[in-house]
């Protein structure tokens, strides 16, 4: 069943019912300040960080779901709607919401009046505007009051949440004109404030959350838009608010158009007051406002966003004989990856943006996805990562996006978190070409006193893994190795006790974890990730050193052959005790997704190569996509943590998380399986889901994190009730990854460190496809025929006419347009 459907020409998803199966929601902002929108005008924003800068206040767990939002409420004659249905939820004559790069649009029609409501953060701009557009389409006058509403949170989000003995007394407020600002905290620590403004006069107002809403009534029935009347309320404590109230008349055919912005100010703290020493400066918010305070003005930065994300997008564009694959590849996946580009992990309708900031492990993969698209802010964002790393090559597994600074509660000691840093300044330098990020002083913990060049930890990463190896050779798993709910060294029997940070007193005298746990999965990434350092020293002309690095991938390779190979598949990893996990040996859990893949691209071994790609097939595959591991865990394993606590089915154990499913799919191409690629790929990309959004539930244009296994929801005997339910949306490495499974190993549109590779790997029934992709400042309009219907494989490659010997193509930035000619065979 769908809710919507694609508008590609426009690069939207429209809505069609605001029934959908779970709030579908947008991302507006690309630089410091940031909303997310529901379909339902729900949501929240915030500047840099969603914890420590929370603009206004949401409720993850209301009960009915998505409570809290920007608002808008008409009393039309004494029927009460929103434009968006939420929350009072009256039905509606029509409803669309438009979901769009960067902005969403909302309309709604009852009784003859119309409401659009466009929202967008413009470039370059600390603020959400909205353009609300009213219409009478009848033919009567119309005489009519529109109520906006925000709630202010008192900027800490978690403090917000349960700190209400001092919160209920700080809430501060300051009201001029038509503008309502929010101060709390202002006069004595902070340097900021917030306000929501409107470019009109206003009727009235109110400040205070109680007065407007009423102590017993709710988001669906304010007291103040019930009685048709602003109170004026002034909060001094309490819940402060901000609404504006305005009466309007219409006459038939006539619109009026009202542009309010939510923005957020720093001041210097020398700036804050004006001359009385209480007032707050408000030149900054003013300027702001004076930005958008007509309709042309707020049309023209819609067309300068929109002309920001043309240009984003235009970096690769493929024409395939899927259009499903298209609208991904061109508009969606790319789009979702500068999403998480901004956000890490930090803030979603499933992460509350305050327990999170960025992680590690995460911004590094990220940056596989969003690298060709922002090469400059890639490069400082793998700074950023790269400085909260410790001398000895470990890092913090997090860091908070507004410090910079690595988060101490949640630690380091994740052990694939080095790896994945090699892997992005890999990706940034064969997309860009520019090797002097290996000549930047990156400091460690973020003390620039003991700061070293990037190389250098590039240099501790790898070397961090062959100094902490176990009895096999292999890399020790450490408290976590990837899947953050594998925690070989935790031992837990406590309630509510962190799976990941725990010290267990058996392993506190090696130092909080097991010293015999090993990570097969981590021994397979550093097969896989190794080599792009070794060809980074081969490039600085470093042979002996590359030598000694290609050395312990060899031994690393060999070791993983003797001790994890299992006849059909790869084992998952050996536990504290010594014994194997993910084996034919096991009761449960016998096999698992996450060493398979990169065991294949790392050529570890060609027959073990077909019998694994062979096995995730029987065992892991479903209609959904694979499963994480099979068969599912249906009792809690001490000594494997957190992974067993889920019912089978949900999260890491047993779900399709479709992370990880990225890599068999490159796996699979990369083996020259195209068709058993794209199977994979097409059971999880959302644009196939569409047809079962009912089922999946989550958005049908963005990925999430994971998908219900065959086991969700089963009783004995029955099959899952929530076998392909998505859930964790938006905030996920599956976005990048899935970009680079699609657009490099099936598309085979590999940026390589001397120039692009064309090596396609497509389902064999394709006459092939057409591609335009930016690189390196020339243009490549490439095409590529498949006559003989195979899946890989190359004939013969010409650029501009001419034939070339191989595949890769040679790096011209010259700005000209280049022709490729490619003939599978």
Not at 518 to 525: D, G, I, P, R
Request: net charge negative; proline share 4%.
């Amino acid at each position: 069943m769908k809710f919507g459907y694609f508008d590609d020409v426009r690069k939207e998803y429209v809505i069609t019912s605001p029934r959908t199966p779970y709030p579908w929601i947008n991302y507006l902002g690309t630089q410091g300040f940031f909303s997310l929108i529901s379909n339902t005008a729900g949501g929240y924003s915030f500047y840099k960080d969603a914890r420590l800068r929370r603009i206004t206040r949401y409720r993850y767990n209301n009960v009915p779901i998505d409570m809290g939002g920007r608002y808008f409420y008409i009393n039309d004659n004494g029927t009460i709607w929103n434009p968006g249905w939420s929350p009072v939820k009256t039905e509606l004559d029509s409803y669309e919401c438009r979901h769009g790069m960067g902005y969403t649009v909302i309309t709604g029609k009852k009784n003859d009046l119309k409401a659009e409501v466009t929202f967008f953060v413009p470039q370059d701009y600390d603020g959400e505007v909205q353009q609300v557009v009213l219409t009478n389409e009848g033919k009567e006058s119309k005489s009519f009051s529109l109520f906006s509403f925000a709630e202010w949170c008192l900027w800490d989000a978690q403090d917000d949440s349960n700190n209400f003995q001092r919160n209920f007394s700080t809430g501060r407020v300051e009201v001029k004109d038509s503008v309502i600002y929010h101060k709390t905290e202002y006069r004595d620590r902070r340097n900021h404030y917030a306000f929501y403004s409107v470019n009109d006069t206003i009727d009235g107002y109110d400040t205070d959350r109680d007065s407007f809403i009423g102590l017993y009534n709710g988001f669906n029935n304010p007291e103040a838009v019930v009685n048709n009347q602003a109170t004026n309320s002034f909060a001094d404590g309490w819940a402060p608010i901000a609404s504006h109230y305005k009466k309007i008349e219409l006459a038939p055919g006539e619109s009026k158009s009202l542009v309010f912005v939510l923005g957020y100010v720093e001041m210097p703290v020398e700036e804050k007051f004006e001359a009385d020493g209480k007032t707050i400066n408000k030149v900054k918010a003013l300027e702001m406002i004076s930005r958008f305070d007509t309709p042309e003005k707020f049309e023209a930065g819609m067309a300068e966003l929109k002309k920001y994300w043309d240009n984003l997008l235009s970096i690769i564009n493929v024409d395939t004989p899927d259009d499903k694959v298209n609208r991904m590849v061109n508009i969606w996946n790319q789009y979702q990856c500068m999403v998480t580009f901004n956000l890490s992990r930090s803030a979603s309708y499933f992460e509350s943006g305050i327990g999170r900031g960025m992680g590690f492990r995460d911004s590094n993969q990220d940056v596989l996805g969003f690298v060709h698209q922002i090469p400059d802010r890639a490069k400082e964002r793998i700074i950023d990562i790269a400085s909260t790393q410790f001398p000895d090559g470990g890092c913090y597994h997090q860091y908070q996006p507004l410090t910079k600074k690595g988060n101490a509660d949640i630690g380091g000691d994740f052990s694939d978190d080095p790896l994945w840093l090699i892997l992005s300044v890999s990706a940034y330098i064969k997309e860009t070409g520019d090797w002097s990020i290996l000549d930047e002083m990156v400091p460690y913990d973020n003390d620039m006193s003991i700061a070293q060049t990037m190389l250098e930890h590039l240099d501790v990463s790898f070397y961090h893994i062959v100094n902490n190896l176990g009895p096999h050779g292999l890399p020790l798993a450490m408290r976590a190795d990837w899947n953050d709910c594998i925690n070989l060294s935790c031992f837990s029997d406590t309630p509510g006790e962190s799976f990941q940070t725990y010290t267990n007193p058996k392993f506190a005298a090696e130092g909080g974890y097991s010293k015999v746990a090993e990570s097969v999965m981590v021994a397979t990434l550093f097969t896989y990730v190794g080599p792009n350092y070794v060809n980074i020293l081969k490039h600085l002309g470093k042979n002996e050193e590359a030598n000694k690095a290609q050395a312990e991938i060899d031994k690393m390779k060999k070791n993983i052959m003797d001790h994890a190979w299992d006849g059909d598949w790869f084992i998952r990893a050996y536990d504290a005790n010594g014994e194997k996990m993910g084996s034919k040996e096991c009761e449960e859990g016998q096999i698992f997704i996450e060493p398979q893949g990169f065991a294949i691209m790392s050529d570890i071994d060609k027959d073990a190569t077909k019998k694994t790609l062979a096995s995730i097939d029987e065992r892991l595959n479903t209609k959904y996509g694979l499963v994480l591991n099979n068969p599912a865990f249906t009792k809690y394993y001490v000594q494997y943590g957190e992974i067993s606590t889920y019912p089978g089915g949900y999260k890491e154990n047993a779900g399709i998380f479709t992370h990880n499913n990225a890599w068999i799919i490159c796996a699979a191409a990369y083996a020259g399986e195209g068709d058993q690629a794209f199977k994979y790929y097409s059971e999880i990309a959302p644009a196939f889901t569409e047809e079962t959004s009912d089922i999946h539930k989550t958005e049908p244009y963005v990925y999430g994190q994971m998908i219900g296994g065959k086991d969700a929801g089963s009783d004995i005997g029955r099959p899952g009730k929530n076998f392909g339910q998505g859930k964790n949306s938006w905030l996920t490495g599956t976005a990048a990854w899935n970009m680079v499974a699609i657009s490099q190993y099936i598309l085979g549109l590999e940026p390589d460190f001397d120039g692009l590779r064309i090596d396609p790997s497509i389902p064999s029934a394709w006459d092939g496809l057409a591609a335009t992709r930016k690189y390196r400042n020339a243009t490549y309009d490439i095409k590529i025929s498949n006559p003989d219907h195979i899946s890989k494989g190359i004939k013969s490659v010409t650029v501009d006419g001419k034939a070339i010997d191989g595949n890769l193509l040679p790096v011209f930035a010259d700005g000209n347009t280049h022709s490729v000619e490619v003939v599978m065979g």
